[in-house]
């Protein structure tokens, strides 16, 4: 009678799996036209990967090739329910807590519906070409009728445990900000898999990839692939080790996945809980104690407002990081590569100063609070000096670490004083012409999409303030930029430079602040009409 209530529950899954997915294509024809797009493209990848590990058999490189690709295949199952949790409404459990379901077969029937997909069709296009290109006689065959389906159930069964053991941290603020930051993984991992294929081309080509592959082939679901390759060479104590470890993996992931199950169905969610209770004396002596290091009036106020926004805001962190990680991968990457220049850090400088740009824009329709506190030029000069200040708080350090990493590695000491200086040059210009964008080109950002940084209509306020600036900022250091390419690399020339970039990025920052200021002051409305806009 239970085995019969599993399969029915089972099949009511895998329906409402379909129905899901069917019911979600009926909602706009722009959906549907996105999903069918990403299936046909998903499905000529995975055809021509297959068709591509097919014609691998026989080379002598293909158990290495393999047993990494499932390896990374297995790191993708494993990490995109934290990036993308909206993108399968079954992926949160937390909807089915109030129904009448024991654990046991909610996970049985929860594991056979997540094998409807797109996902599930390429993992097996790829263990299938794996199995095929390492198989070799019959025990490799029967070898690999068992390791196709353990390495498609290992893919899903870890996918699903990691979502139900996050699944109230990804649905929380905290979750969404890491969605939002999901592009910037993606974007700094290709950037680790270009610069891997350029270091591996100079190492001798795939035979660089072995020792590797010797510590990977023992890792579940590698191992099972690993498996294969072992019977056809006769190793049959291995291929049983490895079917072993994925088979025991697997069951160590449905057991992980069961027991979150049982704690979403019995365990109280944080949010229902009381609230926190009043801060104590030492945290309010703490808390004033903090309060004392900002400089006080409007300034200190406004410093910690914007900090508090890059630490709490989705778009804004997402801004933040990004030019945090990029403008540190730029220069270093280059620098390993041996193709870097010290002057490469310079960008750094750059990807923070453009947070400078659209400062008003950032706070959306809250802007109406500060703009109420606004009556004067001086009131307008001293917010948007605040705004620079805590900018500079973490640029200033920032670009320092960055210039001395690339240093260190490029071994150029005697260029740092100079690239130094050009990098606090272009600092300051861009704040100055941030502050004037921010002025006379403010643009919404639209807060109901995580990948949407500009409101309808606004393209071209937004290109305009930021190319426009940047464009200016490039021809405002122009000078500097001629005299380090004039000037030989050495102690006293460092150092004039750097003295020159430091003075007139001040000047250049403190000018944009004065132009900018009367202008914020006198546009207010027309400011806060278009930071509310969308």
Avoid at 279 to 299: C, F, I, K, V, Y
């Amino acid at each position: 009678m239970a085995g019969r209530c599993a399969v029915t529950l089972t099949g009511i899954f895998v329906r409402l799996k379909l129905s899901l997915l069917r019911n979600g294509l009926r909602q706009s024809a722009g959906r549907t036209a996105a999903y069918v797009t990403s299936a046909v493209l998903a499905l000529l990848f995975a055809a021509g990967q297959l068709l591509g590990l097919v014609l691998l058999r026989g080379n002598e490189h293909a158990a290495t090739v393999t047993v990494l690709l499932t390896a990374l295949l297995a790191l993708g199952w494993a990490v995109m329910p934290l990036f993308f949790p909206s993108g399968d409404e079954t992926l949160d459990p937390t909807r089915l807590v109030m129904l009448p379901l024991r654990p046991g077969p909610l996970v049985r029937a929860l594991l056979v519906s997540s094998l409807v997909g797109i996902g599930p069709l390429f993992t097996v296009c790829l263990a299938v070409g794996a199995a095929v290109a390492l198989a070799r006689g019959a025990a490799a065959v029967l070898v690999a009728v068992v390791a196709v389906p353990l390495v498609l159930l290992v893919c899903v069964a870890l996918a699903r445990a990691v979502a139900a053991g996050n699944i109230r941290l990804l649905t929380s603020r905290k979750g969404r900000d890491l969605a939002v930051l999901s592009g910037l993984v993606i974007a700094v991992g290709i950037q680790f898999v270009n610069f891997g294929a350029q270091r591996l081309g100079r190492a001798g080509g795939l035979s660089a990839l072995d020792p590797a592959a010797e510590v990977v082939r023992w890792i579940p679901p590698a191992s099972a692939v690993a498996a294969v390759g072992s019977a056809g060479e006769g190793a049959y104590g291995e291929a049983a080790a490895g079917l072993l470890l994925t088979a025991l993996a697997l069951a160590a992931l449905l057991y992980a996945w069961r027991r979150s199950l049982v704690k979403l169905m019995t365990a109280p969610d944080g949010s229902t809980l009381a609230a926190a209770s009043r801060p104590s004396r030492r945290e309010s002596a703490s808390s004033a104690e903090t309060g004392r290091l900002w400089p006080g009036g409007r300034t200190g106020t406004a410093m910690r407002r914007s900090l508090r926004y890059v630490a709490r805001d989705p778009k804004t962190k997402a801004a933040w990081v990004t030019s945090l990680v990029i403008g540190l991968i730029v220069p270093l990457f280059n620098a390993l590569q041996g193709t870097g220049s010290l002057y490469f850090a310079c960008f750094a400088a750059g990807m923070l100063g453009i947070q400078m740009y659209n400062q008003f824009g950032q706070d959306t329709s809250a802007f109406w609070m500060v703009a109420m506190t606004i009556s004067s030029t001086r009131d307008a000069y001293e917010e948007l000096r605040a705004r620079a200040f805590a900018l500079l708080l973490v640029t200033l350090p920032y670009t320092l670490l960055v210039t001395g990493l690339t240093a260190a590695v490029l071994g150029d000491w005697r260029s740092l004083p100079q690239a130094l200086g050009l990098s606090f040059a272009v600092l300051g210009a861009m704040l100055g012409t941030g502050a004037l964008a921010s002025a006379r080109f403010p643009y919404s950002i639209p807060q109901d999409s995580g990948y949407k940084n500009v409101a309808p209509g606004q393209a071209g306020l937004a290109w305009i303030s930021i190319v426009g600036g940047m464009l200016t900022a490039a021809v405002l250091c122009a000078p500097l930029i001629v005299l380090a390419i004039v000037l030989d690399p050495g102690t006293s020339t460092g150092l004039l430079l750097l003295a020159l970039g430091a003075g007139w990025g001040a000047l250049l920052a403190w000018a944009g602040l004065r132009l900018a200021a009367p202008s914020t002051a006198n546009r207010l409305p027309e400011i806060l009409a278009a930071v509310s806009r969308g």
